[in-house]
């Protein structure tokens, strides 16, 4: 959780006292130093009065490091990453399985997936057809 960082950050970033931005949410001084200090947690009220001073979503505030720059474009097309795929089996598996991949954003991730999954649904598919 990264409320209380992001607080601090988005207040010194607007250079607010924490004064002034305890009078725009109706709060004192003291209660956004505990909030800044993860001492105490702001009602969802607060919050949603905050997110929206900052221009951010209530996710946003309390989930996502905002400190850090934000991932806005993909530098290089991810097809160039990925290999030709490879031909696919044309006998379907007697049982549908389901498979859920966790990503975490990278071209070696994606490519990785893919080759496991083309490998499992082989499996799968071989498994069972009739010898």
Sequence with gaps: ??????LYYLRR??????TE????????????GRYERSAALPKLPVITQLAQLFGVTIEELQEVDL??????????????YISPAPTLLTVPAKHKVLVTVELDGTAECLTRAFTRLTAFNQTVATTDQPE
């Design 21 to 32: 931005l305890g009078e725009l949410v109706g709060v004192d001084y003291a209660t956004i």
């Design 13 to 18: 970033k607007r250079k607010l006292s924490q």
């Design 1 to 6: 959780m990264h409320f209380a960082t992001n």
């Design 67 to 80: 400190r850090q720059p934000a991932v806005t474009e993909v530098q290089e097309p991810i097809a160039e």
